[in-house]
C-alpha cells in the first residue's frame, strides 16, 4: 500500500479497502441525512478503534494527517474538523454542499490516506486488519454514539 513519499494518491490496496468499509457501512440507497449518519458512525467508530491501538492523540494525529491528505482531492472536506475531544464534525455541512455522495467520496479518500499513513507504520496488512476490526465495530454502535466512546 506505499505510495510515494509525496503522492497524494492512495494505492490500489486501500482505496479497495476505503470503498469495502464504505459499502458496507453506508446504504447507497437510503436518504442523504441516513448516508450522513451512517458515515459519521463509521468514522466514530474508526476513531475509537485507533484511539485503543494508538492512544488518543497518536489516532488524532493519524486521522488529522489523513485529512490534510484528502482535502487535496476533497476540497469540501475543508468542513470537516477534528477538535481536540469529540467527534469530528462538518459532515453535513459537506452533504449540504455536494450530496451524501461528497461525504461517502471524501471519506473514501480520508480512509485510503489513513490506511497507506497506517501501513508506513505498521505494514499494510496490519493495517488493513486494524481498520477492518475498527470500522465492524461501527455495526455495534448506536445511532446516537455517546461521546465518551468517540471520545475514547
Sequence with gaps: MQPSARSSTPSA?????ARR????????HDADDARVAAAERLFAA???GLSRWFG???SRALVTRALATARRDHPALAEVRLPASGPMTGFASVASIGGASAVTDGLVTM???L???LGRLI????????????ATSSARLPDSVPSSVKES
Design 13 to 17: 490496496a486501500a482505496s479497495d479497502l
Design 21 to 28: 468499509l464504505i459499502g458496507q457501512a453506508v446504504p447507497e
Design 46 to 48: 474508526i476513531l475509537s
Design 56 to 58: 488518543a492523540d497518536g
Design 111 to 113: 480512509i485510503a490516506a
Design 115 to 117: 490506511a497507506d499513513l
Design 123 to 134: 505494514g499494510d496488512d496490519l493495517a488493513i486488519g486494524v481498520l477492518e476490526q475498527c
